[in-house]
């Protein structure tokens, strides 16, 4: 099955890009073991994901030099916010831009660059059903991911997966990957005792609910 690359959603295409070729590098995992000269075996401690590195070669069409200029400047825009990528190896990619090589013209309505990038592995987001009252989630993936908590609240104080929230009327949304938590735009942090984002567990997680309130998760597989 042919998978057409995306970023931010959007095909290559849009920008009148076509993926040539791609490279995936390694994510390196330091401090994996810390050993001594008075064991033989050496203790595993929790491993540290690096980012990947990413080369990407694209062409970019246009109907003059100016038009390609005009969409390789947009999808450079798109990677300096911040990119989520698909790629025909079936996996997403949250990204930061590295560097990119200068334009080289492949005929009079073609030119080509070469993109470096950062990031990490993962798949499409995964989304429970809404519960009201503790429950079991199996996280997929084989590394630990952010978790995003919406919590619909009614005045009373509730706690979810250790963090409780106090005071507030109407929905609340605890994102870990952006690390922000807020109703609609309005910031809502201290209204919870939180003091450290959750992370959810590849595998079997329990997440615990007391109070008057509806939850749902959402997280993003993520992959060593």
Known sequence: MTIEPKINYERFDSYRAKLLSFSIGFSENSDTYHS?????????????MTLRSIELK????????????????????????????????????FCVFESASAPEEKAPWIM??????????????????????TFDLFVKGNYETPAIIEAMCY???????????????????????????????????????????????????????????SVKVSYYPIYI
């Open 36 to 48: 001594t000269n008075r064991r033989m075996f050496p203790v595993k401690l929790k491993p540290k």
């Open 155 to 213: 005045g009373t104080a509730v706690t979810i997966a250790g963090i409780t929230i106090s005071n507030v009327y109407g929905n609340l949304v605890i994102d870990s990957l952006n690390c922000t938590v807020k109703q609609n735009n309005s910031n809502k942090f201290s209204y919870t005792n939180l003091t450290e984002f959750p992370k959810l567990q590849a595998g079997n997680n329990t997440i615990t609910i007391s109070g008057n309130t």
């Open 112 to 133: 080509q660059t070469k993109f470096s990038l950062s990031g990490i592995r993962h798949d499409a987001l995964e989304t429970t059903d809404t519960h009201t009252s």
């Open 58 to 93: 694209i062409d970019f069409e246009g109907d003059s030099k100016r038009d390609i200029e005009m969409n390789i400047s947009r999808f450079i825009s798109a990677l300096y916010e911040g990119a989520d990528i698909l790629l025909p190896d079936g996996f997403w990619y």
